[in-house]
């Protein structure tokens, strides 16, 4: 087997795990989200270029107590990162919800106060990096066989 057939292989297996991982780590902080009040402190949209393309990315902050304890937190669904969309306006429809020094619900994930988020949606980022990984792992192997 070629060195880099292998190199796709081990690449698609190691994407499998972090894909594994990021799903089991989403869907523990949906099922255990406490619903609380928070407050939203402020929101805003970014704007990236490249190449590609401008991609904006909604902001909100948000401040919440529990256990008599203040946090902060701009998670608006469990996991990491946020969805960038294609235009300004699509990136302002998401947040378009929420205002500024007005009470919203968020979920804290129980047993890490620190944690939470705005959203009980799932992000589609493990499944994007679960079909990467196999397709790296799938590819070397047809081409092998073939």
């Given amino acids: 087997m070629p060195r880099l057939s292998l190199i796709s292989i081990i690449l698609g ?7 594994g991982y990021m799903a089991y ?13 928070a407050t939203v402190e402020s929101k805003e ?6 190449k590609s393309g401008d991609r904006y990315t909604p902001h909100v ?9 203040q946090y902060t937190s701009d998670n608006i669904r469990p996991g990491i990162g946020t969805k960038a969309s294609d235009t300004r306006t ?26 939470s988020y705005l959203k009980k949606k799932s992000s589609p980022l493990p499944l994007i990096f679960g079909i990467l990984g196999l397709f790296l792992i799938g590819r070397p192997v047809y081409k092998w066989s073939s």
């Fill in 13 to 19: 297996i190691v994407l499998l795990g972090v894909a």
């Fill in 25 to 37: 780590s989403q869907q523990q902080s949906l099922s255990s989200g406490v619903q609380i009040e």
């Fill in 45 to 50: 949209v970014t704007m990236d270029s490249s």
């Fill in 61 to 69: 902050t948000y401040s919440y107590t529990y256990n008599g304890t």
């Fill in 90 to 115: 699509a990136a302002e429809d998401r947040i378009d919800q929420y205002n500024v020094r007005e009470t919203t619900t968020a979920y804290v994930v129980q047993g890490l106060p620190s944690k």
